[in-house]
């Protein structure tokens, strides 16, 4: 069995616009996406901001009633078992809020040891394990309103561990944290798995993922548009090459035109200092530098470049289909 | 036992919380003593010993309402911005166990602005504390303060579901007064008031309080105010899972 089993899952928002004409609009979230965890396994959910990781957690941890579809954690249904589904998962999401800042660290692990149900005798001991595991261990009784970004974030892991759940839900744990807070965090993610833990990860970063996850689901707009582990998602673009133009504010028609030459695979602008950078993924076996220097007639072009595409530009690629 | 372990373990936590924020503590030290003089002054003009006393405890259960109705939305506010709120609502235990000693602990910090309001007449205007049944009105105070925690718990509840309905926490807070005889006696009110009153558990709050301290019997008043307290924690109980349920629906527990 699964831990994770998810077919068809939907979610939908309803919004109202405009103040005193009020109109009703609603928004796919999510659109049926389709997936599974095996136990032990930890999986990914990449995808760019808005692309639904964060609504598909929340349906999983009982915060969301979906639209749609059928989702079950352990076998449970995450609608009609919710109580029992939330006894056994722990939920971490990344940046500094989701703490009592006025409590300390210690006090903040107390009161969710109760909430989570940790027998009294055994959540002193419980909580010093887990300081010493996320490395808080000295600083537990200090307010967290003075912990670092990255200290805060190691509570929540602590926080989500407290009740040694069976499954994980980490909605990008390492957003906003140094290069340092971000390795000392994943390398505890790493140790979860390790302890036998299911682990469901969302993150924006590709090397984060594909450092970690034994399986990827790249998620875009609220569809799963590839899924597979991190090698045969690499090896889904192995071919072709990338062109990188310099180009200083390029025209939204110009890219357009780009993008709808033959044998481009995908387009993406990334800002860098005072220019952007065109990002042309090609077929393999085309040359297209001219045909793209065309596109872009009468823009102000900087340097040129050419290289083979790396994981990052897979990941874009998926994204921008 | 274990969800008393836990009311008790969060209604601690909470009292320091409150305890810790310079502004609440701040507006819980003035407020009081702004109903007392306030208070002071208008009955001064035609009161006695024992119309001043009236009063006095009057403020000082103004006091007690204002810190439940107006902290108890804005509680709800906080779990909200700080990003709490989803974490206590996904965890197992019920929700209804992570609400009341919120409200509890408002209330708790209700009788330091009783004792403060009580001092401050005392020190300031002279006015004369003499109780008339002590053990009475310390039970009197603590069931009021019940009483109070479960109304702000069930306000509390409606406050998860509508983001804005913290605003209502405020809107209720004036009306009490006057409804409830805070202030002025039920009897000089309109015919038509006294039924809503009666809803409301500080009317039998104010009520034991006074009949506590001016010599009555307050027991009547007592036990129906507690009674109403625990029917407000039980219709509040009921409607927790509805309520997140619907939130759950509508995806606005995430929304600050």
């Known amino acids: ?321 | 036992m274990s969800a008393l372990r836990l009311l008790r373990i969060s209604w601690v936590l909470q009292l320091k919380m409150i305890m810790r924020s310079p502004f609440d503590g701040f507006g819980n030290v003035i407020y009081p003593l702004f109903f007392a003089t306030v208070a002071f002054f208008v009955f001064r003009a035609g009161g006695g010993p024992r119309t001043l006393l009236y009063a006095s405890l009057g403020a000082a259960v103004m006091g007690m309402w204002s810190s439940v109705s107006t902290s108890s939305g804005t509680a709800m506010q906080r779990e909200r911005w700080w990003g709490t709120l989803e974490l206590v609502v996904s965890a197992p235990r019920h929700f209804s166990l992570v609400l009341l000693p919120a409200t509890l602990g408002l209330a708790t910090v209700g009788i330091y602005n009783l004792i403060a309001t009580l001092l401050w007449g005392r020190l300031l205007f002279g006015i004369n504390l003499s109780i008339a049944h002590p053990l009475l009105f310390a039970f009197s105070v603590i069931a009021a303060v019940l009483a109070f925690g479960g109304l702000g718990f069930l306000f509390a509840v409606s406050f998860v579901r509508y983001r804005y309905a913290w605003v209502l926490g405020n809107f209720f807070e004036y009306p009490v007064w006057l409804i409830c005889g805070f202030l002025v006696p039920l009897t000089l009110l309109p015919r038509w008031v006294p039924p809503i009153s009666w809803v409301f558990a500080p009317t039998w709050g104010m009520n034991a309080i006074r009949e506590s301290a001016l010599g009555g019997t307050p027991l009547p008043d007592l036990l129906v105010c507690l009674a109403l307290g625990s029917a407000y924690v039980a219709v509040g109980i009921l409607v927790t899972d509805r309520v997140l349920r619907a939130a759950r629906v509508s995806g606005s527990l995430s929304l600050t």
Do not use: W
């Open chain 1, 1 to 321: 069995m699964a831990a994770i089993e998810v077919e068809g899952l939907r979610r939908t928002y309803r919004t109202t616009t405009g103040s005193f004409r009020r109109r009703s609009k609603s928004i796919e979230a999510v659109r049926g996406i389709d997936f599974a965890v095996g136990e032990g396994e930890l999986f990914g959910l990449l995808g760019p901001n808005g692309a639904g990781k964060t609504t598909t957690i929340k349906m999983l941890i009982t915060l969301l009633i979906p639209t749609g579809g059928k989702a079950r954690v352990l076998g449970l249904d995450v609608v009609e078992d919710a109580k029992e589904v939330r006894r056994r998962i722990g939920y971490v999401f990344g940046g500094e809020r989701g703490v009592y800042e006025r409590l300390s660290g210690y006090d903040n692990l107390r009161y969710f040891a109760e909430l989570y149900g940790v027998p009294a005798r055994e959540q002193k001991a419980r909580i010093g394990e887990l300081l010493e595991l996320v490395g808080l261990a000295g600083r537990e009784h200090e307010r967290a309103e003075g912990y670092s970004r990255g200290m805060k974030q190691r509570l929540h892991v602590a926080r989500g561990l407290l009740h040694d759940p069976e499954v994980i839900f980490l909605d990008e744990p390492t957003i906003g944290l140094d290069p340092v807070g971000a390795r000392e965090v994943r390398a505890t993610i790493g140790s979860l798995t390790e302890a036998g833990k299911t682990v469901l990860l969302t993150t924006h970063y590709m090397f984060e993922a594909d450092a970690l996850c034994d399986q990827i689901a790249v998620i875009s707009h609220g569809k799963i548009v590839a899924q597979g582990t991190p090698t045969e998602l690499k090896r889904g673009v192995a071919e072709g090459a990338v062109v990188e133009v310099e180009v200083f504010g390029p025209a939204e028609e110009a890219v357009a035109r780009v993008r709808a030459l033959d044998g481009v695979s995908s387009v993406s602008v990334e800002e860098r200092e005072q220019a952007q950078v065109l990002v042309v993924q090609t077929a393999p076996g085309v040359e297209l530098t001219h045909a793209i220097l065309g596109c872009l007639d009468g823009a102000d072009v900087g340097r040129i470049s050419q290289r083979e595409p790396t994981l990052e530009d897979a990941y874009v690629a998926l994204v921008s289909e």
